[in-house]
C-alpha cells in the first residue's frame, strides 16, 4: 500500500491566514492525488483534482502543487467557512490510501 | 446533481455480517467506479473496495477476505458486505462516486458493532 504522509496535523490560523498543507507519498504517484475538505457530519467535498486542478465549483483561493512524492495544498486568505479538516487521497493505485487529516482550527 | 444515500441497520453483533447499501439518484450507476470508504472513530480514512458498472470489483487486500461488493443496475444500487465484524469495524461508513477523484459521496452511516 502506498503510504501517505500529511503535516501538520492540526493547525491554528486566523481569518485571511495562508494555510498550507503538505502531504508525501510513500513512492511516486505522479499527479494522482486528490485534495478533500471535510466538515462534521457532512459528506467530503473534493477541492483539487490531479495535484493542482481546481475542481469545479471551488473557490479559488484552493489551490495544489507538486509531482512525484510531495504536494502542497495552499488557501489563501482563510475564511470562517474554512475551519474543518483536510485531507489527501492518492488515486495512482489500488488500494486507495489518504492521509490522517489535517484539522485547520480558529487561533 | 447526483446523490447517494447509505442505508442499513446501525448495530450489528460480533461475527455478524454488516451490509449497507447506497442508492444513487440524479444519474446513473452505469459508469464510473462506485467506492466504499470507512472511518473509524478518531482514525482516518480506509478504503473498502469499489465497483465498476461492468461489475467488477477491486476489494482491499487487508479485508479481502471479509468484504463484498455488488451492485444492481436496475435499482440504481451498489452494496456493501463485511462478514466476521469486530469492534474494530465500528465506524462511518461512506459511499462514493470514483471520477479519478471522489466527486460525490453519502453523508455516511455509522455502524456500531455490539452485543
Known amino acids: 500500500d502506498i503510504q501517505m504522509t500529511q503535516s501538520p496535523s492540526s493547525l491554528s490560523a486566523s481569518v485571511g491566514d495562508r494555510v498550507t498543507i503538505t502531504c508525501r507519498a510513500g513512492?511516486?504517484?505522479?499527479?494522482?492525488l486528490n485534495w478533500y475538505q471535510h466538515k462534521p457530519g457532512k459528506a467530503p467535498k473534493v477541492l483539487i483534482h490531479d495535484a493542482s486542478h481546481l475542481q469545479s465549483g471551488v473557490p479559488s483561493r484552493f489551490s495544489g502543487s507538486g509531482s512525484g512524492t510531495d504536494f502542497t495544498l495552499t488557501i489563501n486568505s482563510l475564511q470562517p467557512e474554512d475551519f474543518a479538516t483536510y485531507f489527501c487521497q492518492q488515486s495512482y493505485t489500488t488500494p486507495r490510501t489518504f492521509g490522517q487529516g489535517t484539522k485547520v482550527e480558529m487561533k | 446533481q447526483v446523490q447517494l444515500q447509505e442505508s442499513g441497520p446501525g448495530l450489528v453483533k460480533p461475527s455478524e455480517t454488516l451490509s449497507l447499501t447506497c442508492t444513487v439518484s440524479g444519474g446513473s450507476i452505469s459508469t464510473y467506479y462506485w467506492t466504499w470508504i470507512r472511518q473509524p472513530p478518531g482514525k482516518g480514512l480506509e478504503w473498502l473496495g469499489d465497483i465498476y458498472y461492468t461489475g467488477v470489483a477491486r476489494l482491499n487486500p487487508s479485508l479481502k477476505s471479509r468484504v463484498a461488493i455488488s451492485l444492481d443496475t436496475s435499482k440504481n444500487q451498489f452494496s456493501l458486505k463485511l462478514s466476521s465484524v469486530t469492534a474494530a469495524d465500528t465506524a462511518v461508513y461512506h459511499c462514493?462516486?470514483?471520477?479519478?477523484?471522489?466527486?460525490?459521496w453519502g453523508q455516511g452511516a455509522l455502524v456500531t458493532v455490539s452485543s
Open positions: 513512492q511516486s504517484i505522479d499527479t494522482y
Open positions: 462514493a462516486r470514483d471520477n479519478g477523484r471522489y466527486d460525490f
